[in-house]
């Protein structure tokens, strides 16, 4: 009986901590930008009525959607946003996901200065933010395509 249960532990236990991790909110990591926060945090990015908020450790960077200047999903961070003049406080990445887009970059007005915040992040995992951000922002998200059409 006792080999029963624990037969029936090690089957059960995967399966549940699989279960557990889709019904997580997914992961956004800090990858660039002009806010204060550390690079490498992991967090959440909410999208409120009124704002993006992401929210990492002890850090939250909200972003009214009315400051919003673009909004990007790329494989890569644009050479126009790297070029930027801004105070990075942390210097976006120059290397590319290849043929996944991974990079989601927001530029904003705040207090009268160009703000960045570049959050990595897999397709499947932003897929559905996507439509909402668009919804909520009034403005579309630039998605990089990576669709080869042959003729």
């Known amino acids: ?68 200047e673009t909004l990007q999903y790329r494989s890569d961070v644009t050479r126009r946003v790297r070029k930027m003049k801004v105070r990075w406080t942390a210097i976006p990445p120059e290397h590319s996901g290849g043929s996944k887009n991974i990079y989601f970059t927001v530029t904003y007005r705040a207090a009268g200065a160009v703000h960045v915040l570049i959050l990595e992040i897999s397709e499947d995992q932003m897929r559905p933010y996507l439509a909402e951000i668009d919804l909520k922002a009034g403005r579309r998200v630039e998605v990089q395509s990576h669709e080869n059409y042959s003729p």
């Open 1 to 68: 009986m006792a080999a029963l249960l624990i037969a029936l532990a090690v089957l059960v236990t995967p399966a549940l901590a699989a279960d557990s991790q889709k019904n997580q909110a997914p992961r956004f990591k800090h990858v660039g930008g002009t806010e204060n926060v550390r690079y490498g945090c992991v967090g959440t990015l909410q999208i409120l009525d009124d704002a993006l908020a992401f929210r990492c450790e002890s850090s939250v960077v909200t972003i009214p959607y009315r400051d919003i």
